[in-house]
C-alpha cells in the first residue's frame, strides 16, 4: 500500500511535513475539513504504512499535538520532492500572527523574507506589514521598519501578554510554528499536576494546554536569551508566600534561573488560570462568596430571571477567582469567539455587566467587555439548562413582576388543567428553552419572534381578549373543544346558563373561577411567604385627584408620592415607569380603567410598597397597537423588591377587581377612608 492510496494519506502528510513541530486535530480540520472519526481511521492507515517501510510513526503529545520524527520527515520529504511541492496557504489573520511571533522571537523579518515565506507578492507583504502595525499598539507594542529588516519595541511584559492572548485564540497555529521538546512539555505538564495536588486547584483542559505551550515557549526565551527576564520588580507585584510562589521557586530553579521578578510572575500567571475545581479553603474564595451570591441576585432583579443562587454559586465562584488575578496582575487570556457572542447576545452582557458591580468595586476598576462576556456565558447557560417543567403556555410582560402576575392569577382560576409558566420576564422568554411550550401569552407586544404563536393581551382580558386565548389553546389541543365534559368556567356557565336565569353572570363566574381555583396545585412560589395587600396598602399610601390639568406622567409621579416620600423608591424607579410606558404604550393598564404601574426592583426599589391613585378627572394614554386611547381612572403603584413578596397582594387585588362594584365604590368616594374601607371592609 502507498500514501496515495490512502484518502487523506498525503494531506495529513503534508501539514505534518510543514517547518513546525506539532499540529493538533483542530488544525487538521481547519485545512483538510475532515472529521475526526475519518482522521484517526487515516492516521491508522499511514501508521502501518510508516511502520511497513521502518519508519517512526505519527506520535501525539497531549495537549500540544501530532509530529513526525526528524528522521521520518527528512526520508519522506526526500520521496516526495520527485511528486509533488509542499505548500501551505496562509490567511492574512494567520501570516500577521506568525509575523509577529518572529518579531517577540527576535527572528529575522523583512517584506523579502515574508513574500518567500508565506508564498505572496510584495503588495501583500506591504499590506500585512501596515495591518500588524495597527495590531501590535493595541498592545502597547511597536513595528519599525528600517533597512535591516523589520523590528519591534515594548516592554517583555506586553510581549507575553500578546502571546498569551493570541494563544487562547490560536494555539493550533502557535503549536506548529513553536519548536517545542517533547521532554519539555512533558516536565511541564508533570510541574503543573503537582501544582493541583498541593493546591487543591484543578486547571480546565484549555488553560492546562496554553499553560504547557506558554511555558514551552517562555523557557526556551529565558534560556536562549537571559536579557529577557524582568529586570525589575512590576508596579503591580509584590512579595509572594505560600504554596504557589513555593512551587514557582523550585519550577525555575529546576531551569536554572534565579530570578524573584520572574518567580512571581508565574505565580500570578497560575493563579490566573481558569479552574474547574478550587480548594474551598481557599482565603480568596471565602471573600468572594458573599460577593458572587449578591452578582446573582442582581442579575436576577435587573433581568426578571429566577436563577437560584445555589445553582450558579460554585461555578461562578470558581471563575471570579481566575478573573480577580487576572484583573490584577494585567494577565490576559483570551477564549475564541468572544466576538461573536457579544454581537449575538448584548442585552444577556448588558444585564451581566450590570450585575458585577459588586466585583468592580471590589477590585476597584471597570471589567473589559471580554471579561464580562465570560461571566455571562456562565449566566446564559444555567438560563438555557434550568430544569423548569414543560409547561404548555408562557407567560410574560416586560418585567416578569406585575402585570404578567395579575394576568397569571386570571389564567390559573379559568384554566386549572392547563400548564401555564410563572410569569418572566421577555429576556427570560429569550435564553430559556422549554421544550413543550405551544403558545405565548404576553401583557407586551413582543419585538422578537418566537417559533410558536404569540398572544397579546391585557392583564385582565377583555371578553374579546378571552375569546382569543380559548380559541388557541383549543386550536392547539392544549385543552378539548368546549364540551360538557370539559371543566372550566366558561362551561360551566354554559351548563347553568341551560338550566337557570343568571341574573349576576359576573359575581357567578368569579365565584365559579375561586371554586376552581381551590383545586389547583398551589405554585412553587407559594403565597405563605407574600405580604397581603393590606399590609402593603396603608391609609396614608392612598390618594384623591380632583385635578382636571393632570398629564398621564404627572398622575403617575403622583400616584407615587407616598412611597417617594417614605424612601422606598427613588427617582429615577418613576421615570423609568414612564419611559417604559412611552416606549411600550399603556400596557400596564391592567383593565376597567385601573393602570398597575411598576418597574423591576433594580430601577430604584427599597422595600416593598403599594400605592393608590383615584382620579376623579380620568387621564387617557393613546395605546400605539389598537390606534385608541386607554381611559384610567385608578394607578395602583407598585414597588416590588423581588418576585414573590408581593405576590400575595396582587393576587387579592385581582379577586378586588372581580368584584362588580368595588371600582364603583373606590371611584365614587370622596376620601381615603372610603377607599380604604372599601378595599378591606372587616
Excluded at 389598537?626 to 384610567?632: Q, S
Aim: hydrophobic share 40%; net charge neutral; with cysteine.
Amino acid at each position: 500500500m502507498e500514501v496515495n492510496d490512502i484518502k487523506h494519506g498525503e494531506d495529513i502528510l503534508e501539514l505534518l511535513l510543514q517547518p513546525s513541530s506539532y499540529v493538533d486535530f483542530n488544525r487538521i480540520h481547519e485545512v483538510l475539513h475532515i472529521s475526526r472519526r475519518t482522521f484517526f481511521y487515516a492516521l491508522k492507515k499511514i501508521n502501518h504504512y510508516l511502520d511497513d517501510n521502518d519508519l517512526d510513526t505519527i506520535q501525539n503529545v497531549k495537549g500540544v499535538g501530532y509530529h513526525l520524527s526528524d528522521d521520518t520527515k527528512h526520508t519522506l520529504l526526500k520521496e516526495f520532492s520527485d511528486s509533488k511541492t509542499i505548500s501551505q496557504v496562509f490567511s492574512q489573520r494567520d501570516r500577521k500572527l506568525l509575523t509577529m511571533l518572529s518579531l517577540i522571537n527576535h527572528e529575522y523579518v523583512s517584506l523579502e523574507n515574508n513574500q518567500r515565506r508565506f508564498h505572496i507578492t510584495h503588495h501583500t507583504a506591504v499590506s500585512d506589514l501596515k495591518a500588524l502595525k495597527v495590531t501590535a499598539l493595541n498592545y502597547g507594542l511597536t513595528i519599525i521598519s528600517g533597512t535591516n529588516g523589520t523590528s519591534l519595541t515594548g516592554t517583555e511584559r506586553n510581549q507575553r501578554n500578546w502571546f498569551l492572548t493570541v494563544l487562547g485564540e490560536n494555539g493550533p497555529l502557535i503549536n506548529s510554528a513553536l519548536k517545542i521538546d517533547p521532554n519539555t512539555s512533558l516536565e511541564i505538564t508533570h510541574f503543573l499536576r503537582t501544582l493541583e495536588t498541593d493546591t487543591g486547584n484543578y486547571f480546565s483542559d484549555d488553560t492546562l494546554t496554553i499553560l504547557i505551550t506558554f511555558f514551552s515557549w517562555y523557557l526556551n526565551r529565558l534560556l536562549t536569551n537571559h536579557s529577557f527576564e524582568l529586570k525589575q520588580n512590576d508596579a503591580n507585584m509584590s512579595e509572594q508566600v505560600g504554596i504557589i510562589n513555593n512551587w514557582a521557586k523550585a519550577f525555575l530553579c529546576h531551569y536554572q534561573i534565579y530570578n524573584v521578578n520572574e518567580q512571581l510572575f508565574i505565580t500570578y500567571l497560575v493563579k490566573s488560570g481558569q479552574f474547574i475545581h478550587i480548594n474551598p479553603d481557599n482565603k480568596l474564595a471565602h471573600k468572594l462568596a458573599p460577593i458572587v451570591r449578591q452578582i446573582i441576585r442582581r442579575f436576577n432583579d435587573v433581568s426578571g430571571s429566577q436563577i437560584s443562587v445555589e445553582s450558579l454559586e460554585v461555578p461562578l465562584l470558581t471563575h471570579l477567582l481566575s478573573t480577580y488575578y487576572r484583573v490584577k496582575y494585567q494577565i490576559t487570556f483570551k477564549q475564541p469567539s468572544l466576538s461573536i457572542i457579544m454581537k449575538q447576545y448584548n442585552e444577556l452582557i448588558f444585564f451581566t455587566r450590570l450585575s458585577l458591580k459588586p466585583f468592580e468595586d471590589l477590585i476597584d476598576q471597570r471589567l473589559s467587555d471580554e471579561e464580562v462576556t465570560l461571566v455571562a456565558i456562565y449566566f446564559g447557560g444555567i438560563l438555557r439548562k434550568e430544569n423548569k417543567p414543560d409547561y404548555a403556555v408562557d407567560v410574560v410582560c416586560s418585567s416578569g413582576i406585575g402585570t404578567s402576575k395579575v394576568l397569571h392569577e386570571e389564567l390559573r382560576q379559568r384554566y386549572p388543567n392547563v400548564k401555564f409558566s410563572e410569569p418572566m420576564s421577555v429576556f427570560k422568554l429569550k435564553n430559556s428553552h422549554s421544550r413543550n411550550i405551544k403558545l405565548i401569552i404576553s401583557t407586551i407586544k413582543l419585538t422578537d419572534s418566537y417559533p410558536v404563536p404569540t398572544i397579546v393581551v391585557a392583564p385582565i382580558p377583555t371578553k374579546i381578549q378571552w375569546q382569543q386565548i380559548n380559541q388557541a389553546l383549543i386550536s392547539l389541543k392544549i385543552i378539548k373543544r368546549s364540551s360538557h365534559n370539559a371543566l372550566t368556567v366558561t362551561n360551566l356557565m354554559d351548563i347553568i346558563g341551560d338550566y337557570a336565569r343568571i341574573s349576576n353572570p359576573v359575581a357567578l363566574e368569579s365565584a365559579l373561577s375561586n371554586l376552581l381555583a381551590k383545586n389547583q396545585p398551589t405554585p412553587e412560589t407559594a403565597l405563605t411567604n407574600s405580604i397581603g395587600l393590606q399590609e402593603l396598602l396603608s391609609l396614608d399610601n392612598i390618594l384623591i385627584s380632583q385635578r382636571d390639568d393632570l398629564s398621564w406622567k404627572d398622575a403617575i409621579i403622583n400616584a407615587f408620592t407616598p412611597l417617594f416620600k417614605k424612601g422606598y423608591i427613588n427617582r429615577h424607579y418613576i421615570d423609568t415607569i414612564i419611559a417604559s410606558t412611552v416606549e411600550h404604550g399603556p400596557y400596564m393598564v391592567i383593565g376597567n380603567g385601573v393602570m398597575l404601574a411598576h418597574a423591576r426592583p433594580a430601577d430604584g426599589v427599597r422595600k416593598v410598597g403599594m400605592s393608590l391613585l383615584v382620579l376623579k378627572k380620568p387621564i387617557k394614554i393613546y395605546d400605539e397597537n389598537t390606534k385608541h386611547a386607554k381611559r384610567i381612572n385608578v394607578i395602583i403603584g407598585l414597588a416590588p423588591i423581588d418576585a414573590a413578596e408581593h405576590v400575595l397582594a396582587l393576587s387579592q387585588l385581582v379577586k378586588l377587581l372581580q368584584q362588580p362594584h368595588w371600582l364603583a365604590n373606590i371611584e365614587n368616594a370622596t376620601n381615603a377612608q372610603m377607599v380604604y374601607d372599601s378595599c378591606f371592609p372587616n
